[in-house]
């Protein structure tokens, strides 16, 4: 007799309506397949990780803050333990197993290759035609505690006066090396241009971040959603620190090399995303940049005046003095 798992009761369960139109879009025995892998030694698994992975899914639909209140609900409401695809029978999971469940599911690729898999179905069948997509971040505040604060040791006073020619040029020596030697996401955005996507997304940080700079706390997710559609096409989860517009190359490549959308001509970001090296990879996939203009990251205009009308010797705006009717 053939043995069943989890996973098969959960194919015979008639969901309610508002979860089965969410689960079902999923490719729920990919994910169920990458957590449930037998270990070859220890007791075998007794967890009904199919019903822990849809009431992981339905918590965010119902809106359940934390996996504690999860668990809470799933005790108090056997409607919604029944729903989530538990047995009468089963006992409900403990917080530490939800966190294995979730360490397991994040030192995977599985739900990227899942979300990957919908959208690339979505294209298929016709209904992401998207031709404009919109880049931006959003700010999640990070459950875990913030570390002890290091206190940095004094520096020696620097020594005062204009350094010799041979001091400037070991001086910019060692600032050459420290640059090259700096993670990719602590160089110039310009650095990401010439680096593969899946370094790019493997050297993402992505450990929790604090710091004194509102929304700089936790982590962020970075997403490029279509416009139409909107389906999220690709995203990027990172620290909380992580300036935005270091994160718009990497999905801006995984659209390219990962998606195909004849339609798609155009990329809006604010004006956070106004850097040259965003313009020349835009430019590369031959589509067209819609980015609000950040007028920190230009220099001061020369002949120029803040209406960008050309100027004369005395910084004075040309105007017209007079009206030609027969013009």
Same mark, same amino acid.
């Given at each position: 007799?053939?043995?069943r ?9 008639n969901?309610p ?18 957590v ?14 199919a019903a822990m992975?849809?009431?992981? &899914?339905?918590r965010? %639909? ?5 996996? =504690? ?10 409607? &919604? ?6 047995l ?7 917080? %530490?197993s939800y ?8 030192? #995977?690729?599985?739900?990227?290759k899942?979300?990957?898999?919908l959208?690339l ?8 035609? +998207? ?5 931006d971040?959003t ?8 570390p002890?604060?290091?206190e940095?040791? =004094?520096?020696?006073p ?7 020619k041979?001091?400037r040029?070991?001086?910019l ?10 993670p990719i ?13 899946s370094?790019l997304r493997?050297e ?7 710091g004194? =700079?509102?929304? #700089?706390d936790?982590?962020k ?16 989860f990172?620290s ?12 801006l490549?995984?659209? +390219?090399?990962?998606?195909s959308?004849?339609d798609?001509?155009?990329?809006t970001?604010d004006?956070?995303y106004? &850097? ?7 430019h590369?996939?031959?589509h067209?940049?819609?980015i ?5 990251n ?5 002949s &120029?005046?803040k209406h960008f ?14 009206y030609d009717?027969?013009?």
């Amino acid at each position: 007799m053939e043995e069943r798992t989890p996973y098969d009761h959960y194919t015979t369960w008639n969901l309610p309506k508002i979860y089965d139109a969410i689960i079902s879009a999923i490719d729920m025995y990919a994910i169920y397949s990458e957590v449930s892998k037998k270990p070859r030694l220890g007791a075998p698994t007794e967890l009904n990780y199919a019903a822990m992975i849809i009431s992981v &899914f339905i918590r965010y %639909a119902e809106r359940i803050p934390t996996i =504690k209140d999860l668990i809470k609900r799933l005790n108090e409401d056997i409607a &919604f333990k029944l729903n989530c695809g538990l047995l009468v029978s089963d006992d409900i999971p403990s917080e %530490a197993s939800y966190s294995r469940l979730l360490t397991s599911l994040s030192g #995977s690729n599985i739900l990227e290759k899942t979300q990957e898999k919908l959208i690339l179905q979505g294209i298929e069948e016709g209904y992401i035609i +998207d031709d404009t997509v919109a880049i931006d971040a959003t700010h999640f505040v990070a459950r875990d505690q913030a570390p002890p604060k290091k206190e940095k040791p =004094k520096s020696e006073p620097k020594k005062r006066g204009r350094k010799s020619k041979a001091e400037r040029d070991e001086w910019l020596k060692d600032q050459a090396v420290k640059e090259a030697n700096l993670p990719i996401y602590e160089k110039k955005i310009e650095a990401q241009l010439d680096v593969s996507l899946s370094e790019l997304r493997t050297e993402v940080p992505q450990d929790p971040k604090w710091g004194v =700079k509102k929304n #700089s706390d936790g982590n962020k997710g970075h997403l490029a959603v279509g416009t139409s559609s909107q389906y999220i096409l690709h995203s990027l989860f990172s620290s909380g620190n992580l300036n935005d517009g270091k994160a718009a190359i990497p999905l801006l490549k995984g659209i +390219d090399e990962r998606l195909s959308l004849p339609d798609l001509r155009y990329q809006t970001m604010d004006a956070g995303y106004d &850097f040259e090296a965003i313009y020349k990879q835009v430019h590369h996939m031959e589509h067209q940049s819609v980015i609000a203009y950040n007028k920190r990251n230009e220099p001061e205009s020369v002949s &120029f005046d803040k209406h960008f009308a050309p100027t004369y010797f005395r910084e004075h705006s040309y105007q017209y003095d007079s009206y030609d009717p027969d013009i």
